[in-house]
């Protein structure tokens, strides 16, 4: 059983979906948790009082992460939580869009990118001062990231720079000690997935899946917990795929 007791750890966008499905796996395997929420300030407080209901240790932790300064304003606040040691970062918080090449706004695009591609750099940067030896990072990136499945154009381009990222920082980070990875779900079903809510949507996911069901966040949640901690000490760089077998 993944044992993360006497850790820290912040997940991004935890309020639900695959974040909050994460926070709530980190927690029962024994870390403490800092819940990160952007405007559903409501779902965060259920997610701590579920972590504490159960004997476990959280906190909620509140910004924009589509300004510019949100990073930098959630880093602040996790450091004086903390102190001078973060076990644990999940940068999840992400925003999705549909819309055909010739259909994506220039708003649009920035708006994505601002979300999940410069948040999570700007925040493991101002997180590395409290990133130590054994410390993880675990990025969120997603199937489309290495193959086509609907019109997701600028949000696969994010997904790809994820991927990259999570190389290069791993790289750069090892002589520390910090191990980079990410995890990339498929089809899970959230609040980003509405089309998973149609038999036309359920069909056409479970038509790429070699397993035919459609993903929960909890299917998500275990292997980020894995990826956290010591049984995965020797894995970094890496993009692990949690997709049911898709576009195999």
């Known amino acids: ?86 076990d644990i970062l999940v940068a999840n918080a992400g925003i999705s869009m549909a819309a055909s090449i010739e259909d994506t706004t220039l708003e649009d695009f920035d708006r994505l990118f601002a ?35 609907g019109a997701l154009f600028a949000y696969a381009a994010t997904k790809g720079a994820v991927d990259t990222m999570v190389k290069h920082f791993a790289a750069a980070l090892g002589p520390r000690g910090i191990r980079v990875n990410a995890v990339a779900p498929g089809v899970v079903e959230t609040d980003m997935s509405n089309f998973t809510k149609t038999e036309a949507g359920r069909n056409a996911a479970l038509g790429m899946q070699a397993l035919k069901r459609i993903a929960q966040p909890e299917d998500i949640a275990p292997v980020v917990a894995f990826l956290a901690s010591s049984d995965a000490r020797w894995i970094t760089g890496d993009t692990v795929h949690v997709d049911g077998g898709s576009k195999l």
């Open 115 to 149: 979300v999940n591609v410069r948040a999570p750099y700007f925040l493991v940067q101002q997180l590395l001062p409290v990133l130590c030896k054994d410390s993880t990072i675990i990025f969120t990136s997603s199937l489309v990231a290495r193959a086509s499945a």
């Open 1 to 86: 059983m993944t044992n993360l007791s006497g850790k820290t750890a912040l997940v991004t966008g935890a309020s639900r979906g695959i974040g909050r499905a994460s926070a709530l796996a980190l927690a029962a395997a024994g870390a403490q948790v800092l819940v990160h929420y952007g405007s559903s300030e409501k779902e965060a407080d259920t997610v701590v009082a579920d972590i504490r209901s159960a004997g476990g240790k959280a906190e909620k932790v509140g910004a924009d992460l589509q300004k510019p300064e949100g990073p930098h304003d959630l880093a602040r606040q996790v450091r004086a939580i903390v102190g001078d040691r973060l």
